[in-house]
Each structure stands twice: as C-alpha cells, then as structure tokens.
C-alpha cells in the first residue's frame, strides 16, 4: 500500500484537541481541518438550520431528556466494541474512521454514547452531536456531519407493559387520523428476528411503539396541510450490530425515497453493558443534514458550515424557511494524473488530503481514469476536482496555488509521482 505519512506536523509528537492534549502514533489520521470543525458545534447554534432543526424534534419529544453537549473524542470501544460490533467490522478501519491514536477517535456515530446513557437511568432521551466519518467529496458528502440519537426504555413487569399498550393506541388513533401513508413491513420475521431473551410479545409491541413513535415525527416535521398530498413513509428490513430487529425509514420526497435514519429494538448486551438488564427499549439514529436540506431547500452540504452573512442571515429561530440561494459562482475544474507505486490508494485518502488542501473549495472529487501497468503493477490515476466558493468567485491564482498544494502534498504523503 502507499505509504500515508502522518498527516499531523511531523516534527510533533502530540496534538491538541479541543484543549487536551493526545500522543500521536501511527493510527492518527485526524486532519487540521476536521480539528478545526471540532469546536463549532453547529447542532447548538438557535438561528442555525441545524440548531433549529434539533428545537423542532426536542419539542417533538418533549418528555424526553435532551443532551446536545458530549464530547466527541471516544474510545473504539465506545464507539464499536460496547455495541457489538464485530472485530473485523470495515468501519473500525482507518480508512473510514478517524483516529487521534490507536487508543481514541472521533465518533462515527451517536450511538457510541449509547450505553454511558442508558446507565444513567434515564428512561427516555435524545441526544445529538457532531459525528465524523472519512468519505467521498460531493454535495451530500462531508466528512462532519450530525445525528440524533433517541432512545427510550421500557420495563418488562404487566403494569409497563399495558402502559406501552395504551401508548401505542393512544399513538395509532392520532396517526389514523392524519395525512400520512405508510409502507410497513411485520415489527419481526425470519430475517429480522426478535432476540433470543426476549419475550416476541413484548419485542413487536416495543416495534410498534418504534414505529408509530417516528412514524408521528416524522408527520411533524413533513406533513403539510390537510389537502396537500399525504406524507409517504416506507418502513424497511435493515441489519446494524446494536439492534434486532432493526428497520430503516425512508420519505418519499420530490420524486425520491430518501434514507432518513435507522433504528431497532435495542440489543440485550447494551443494557447489560450499560448495567439495566432487565428492561426492553428502542433507538433510533437520525442525520440532521438530511433532513435539513430537504426541509430548508440548502442544495449542498457545505453551506451548513458558512459563515456567510447571506447565508446565516436567512434563518431564525424555531422557523423553518426556505433558503433562497444567492447567485452561483463558477465552477473550476482541475485534472490532477499520478503514479502510485504500489497500486494502492484509499480514495478516502485522497479525499482528506485535497480537504485539507482546499478546505470548503473542494465541491466534488472524481476519479476519471485508472491504469494498472501489467508489468511494473504501478497505478495510474486521475482525479478531477472541481473547486467553487460558495461564497464568492475564486480567482485563477488562488486555485493555482491550492493545485500546487493538493501536487506537493501528493508527492510528499503517497510518495506518488506526478505525470
Ligand atoms: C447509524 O449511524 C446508526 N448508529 C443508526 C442507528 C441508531 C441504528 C440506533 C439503530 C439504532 P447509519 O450509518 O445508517 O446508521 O446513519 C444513520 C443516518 O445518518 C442515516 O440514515 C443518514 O440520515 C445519516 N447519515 C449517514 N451517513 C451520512 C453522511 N455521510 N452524510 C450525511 N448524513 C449521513
Ligand atoms: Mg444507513
């Protein structure tokens, strides 16, 4: 494999996030510019789409506990271990996670902070954060994005048990009555069973409250007026390590099903981990980006992260609006040919390195040719970048320079000879 030289000043041997200090070794892929995101926190700013977009749900679910502040350095046990996931899971890699060193990382999702919550006791909470995962470059890609995590908690003794039940008729009436039409699938089957502790009962009613819980928020958030075209919602059959049975739900949207989160019956071992082992619950995690774009019309993932006056300008708090785009600026494609000496690369790598390069400039990354020499075995690639401001028109010079940057850094970090 190429060899991926560490990213962090080379002369140090430590770096500095939000404050602490952490020892670099040879798992760190943490980049300046995603240190620099870690401070923002967008998901708690009121007049941000995100900020008003995390009001909106909260209120949704109002007697659930709200946590918006944890930190996101955690450990892969958090993050992996505590939930099940298996050793050789693809995501513990680092090509797809980030890693301060071989003992810490920034989350890649929202249900690393499943079972330190779930040991507080609280039966019912929601908690959202900034997660971070190492990926591809283009309008819906950021290697920084946001989830709520929602979870809530049932006992198993008849009295919870009939509370739940009254719950779920209470939840049906109201759905029944509204302007929404849902694609379900059964709470369990064969291939999304119920887990071997549980009573089945008990797991298709904790499914049902799953359903109909997410099934009204999501009315909230997307059901317009009565005579508008009812909501479309498609319950699907999905697999995550941490839960079973376990569904994806999509919205059908301007001609489109959209993924909106994943969720499930929660597994045995997190309650058991989080030391609440006799208790049923489910979990859901959703992108708040996602959802966002789609409710405020933002056409690119990057805008959430301006700071831009047109752009923070337009919203304010516990408003939905739609965004209104100011002009376009162009767009400035760049070809970037070079030898990799081993014929491997990561395109995950790549993507990191003209971000740090490019920050925001970067709009979208392609491969547009590879080569494999059948003798030698060296690759050849080519990329396209292609850079736009989405703030103002970016100068030939400027992008020249950060071209001659994204070259240097190719030739420095992939040891790749450029053609
Ligand atoms: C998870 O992250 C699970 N932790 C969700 C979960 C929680 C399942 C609790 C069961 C119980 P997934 O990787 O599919 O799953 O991401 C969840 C949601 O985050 C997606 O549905 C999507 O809305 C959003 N999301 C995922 N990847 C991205 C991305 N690259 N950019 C923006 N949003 C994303
Ligand atoms: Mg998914």
């Given at each position: 494999?190429?060899?991926?030289?560490?990213?962090?000043?080379?002369?140090?041997?430590?770096?500095?996030?939000?404050?602490?200090?952490?020892?670099?070794?040879?798992?760190?892929?943490?980049?300046?510019?995603?240190?620099?995101?870690?401070?923002?926190?967008?998901?708690?700013?009121?007049?941000h789409p995100l900020g008003i977009l995390r009001s909106k749900i909260e209120s949704h679910f109002h007697d659930f506990v709200h946590l918006s502040s944890v930190h996101p350095v955690v450990t892969p046990a958090q993050n992996f271990d505590s939930l099940g996931f298996p050793a050789n899971h693809p995501g513990r890699s680092v090509t797809d996670s980030y890693y301060v060193n071989k003992d810490y990382m920034l989350r890649t999702h929202t249900s690393a902070h499943e079972v330190e919550t779930f040991a507080?006791?609280?039966?019912?909470?929601?908690l959202t954060a900034d997660v971070y995962r190492r990926d591809e470059i283009d309008s819906s890609h950021y290697p920084v994005f946001h989830q709520m995590e929602g979870a809530c908690v049932f006992k198993t003794d008849q009295v919870a048990i009939e509370e739940m039940k009254t719950d779920?008729?209470?939840?049906?009436?109201?759905?029944?009555?509204?302007?929404?039409?849902?694609?379900?699938?059964?709470?369990?089957?064969?291939?999304?069973?119920?887990?071997?502790?549980?009573?089945?009962?008990?797991?298709?009613?904790?499914?049902?409250?799953?359903?109909?819980?997410?099934?009204?928020?999501?009315?909230?958030?997307?059901?317009?007026?009565?005579?508008?075209?009812?909501?479309?919602?498609?319950?699907?059959?999905?697999?995550?390590?941490?839960?079973?049975?376990?569904?994806?739900?999509?919205?059908?949207?301007?001609?489109?099903?959209?993924?909106?989160?994943?969720?499930?019956?929660?597994?045995?071992?997190?309650?058991?981990?989080?030391?609440?082992?006799?208790?049923?619950?489910?979990?859901?995690?959703?992108?708040?980006?996602?959802?966002?774009?789609?409710?405020?019309?933002?056409?690119?993932?990057?805008?959430?992260?301006?700071?831009?006056?047109?752009?923070?300008?337009?919203?304010?708090?516990?408003?939905?609006?739609?965004?209104?785009?100011?002009?376009?600026?162009?767009?400035?494609?760049?070809?970037?040919?070079?030898?990799?000496?081993?014929?491997?690369?990561?395109?995950?790598?790549?993507?990191?390195?003209?971000?740090?390069?490019?920050?925001?400039?970067?709009?979208?990354?392609?491969?547009?040719?590879?080569?494999?020499?059948?003798?030698?075995?060296?690759?050849?690639?080519?990329?396209?970048?292609?850079?736009?401001?989405?703030?103002?028109?970016?100068?030939?010079?400027?992008?020249?320079?950060?071209?001659?940057?994204?070259?240097?850094?190719?030739?420095?970090?992939?040891?790749?000879?450029?053609?």
């Amino acid at each position: 494999a190429a060899r991926i030289r560490n990213l962090s000043r080379a002369s140090s041997t430590e770096i500095s996030i939000l404050g602490q200090k952490y020892e670099v070794d040879g798992t760190t892929n943490i980049t300046q510019s995603i240190i620099a995101k870690l401070p923002l926190r967008l998901h708690n700013q009121p007049a941000h789409p995100l900020g008003i977009l995390r009001s909106k749900i909260e209120s949704h679910f109002h007697d659930f506990v709200h946590l918006s502040s944890v930190h996101p350095v955690v450990t892969p046990a958090q993050n992996f271990d505590s939930l099940g996931f298996p050793a050789n899971h693809p995501g513990r890699s680092v090509t797809d996670s980030y890693y301060v060193n071989k003992d810490y990382m920034l989350r890649t999702h929202t249900s690393a902070h499943e079972v330190e919550t779930f040991a507080t006791g609280q039966p019912k909470w929601l908690l959202t954060a900034d997660v971070y995962r190492r990926d591809e470059i283009d309008s819906s890609h950021y290697p920084v994005f946001h989830q709520m995590e929602g979870a809530c908690v049932f006992k198993t003794d008849q009295v919870a048990i009939e509370e739940m039940k009254t719950d779920n008729a209470r939840l049906s009436r109201y759905l029944g009555q509204s302007n929404i039409v849902i694609e379900d699938i059964p709470h369990i089957s064969l291939t999304n069973p119920a887990q071997p502790t549980h009573d089945p009962a008990h797991s298709e009613l904790v499914a049902l409250n799953l359903k109909l819980s997410i099934n009204s928020l999501l009315l909230k958030l997307f059901g317009g007026g009565a005579r508008d075209a009812p909501l479309q919602v498609r319950w699907i059959e999905a697999y995550f390590p941490f839960t079973s049975p376990s569904f994806e739900v999509e919205i059908f949207y301007q001609g489109k099903w959209l993924e909106i989160l994943g969720c499930g019956v929660v597994q045995q071992l997190t309650f058991d981990n989080a030391g609440i082992p006799n208790n049923i619950g489910w979990a859901f995690g959703l992108g708040l980006e996602r959802i966002a774009m789609i409710l405020f019309g933002i056409p690119d993932i990057r805008l959430f992260w301006s700071t831009d006056p047109r752009f923070l300008s337009q919203f304010s708090e516990n408003k939905i609006t739609t965004f209104k785009p100011y002009s376009k600026y162009p767009a400035c494609f760049k070809d970037v040919s070079f030898w990799i000496p081993e014929a491997r690369l990561h395109e995950n790598d790549f993507c990191d390195l003209v971000r740090d390069a490019a920050g925001d400039l970067a709009e979208d990354v392609k491969m547009i040719d590879s080569f494999t020499h059948p003798k030698t075995n060296s690759k050849s690639v080519c990329y396209r970048i292609n850079y736009r401001s989405m703030d103002r028109s970016l100068s030939n010079e400027e992008v020249n320079n950060i071209q001659a940057k994204v070259v240097e850094q190719i030739k420095d970090k992939f040891g790749a000879e450029i053609r």
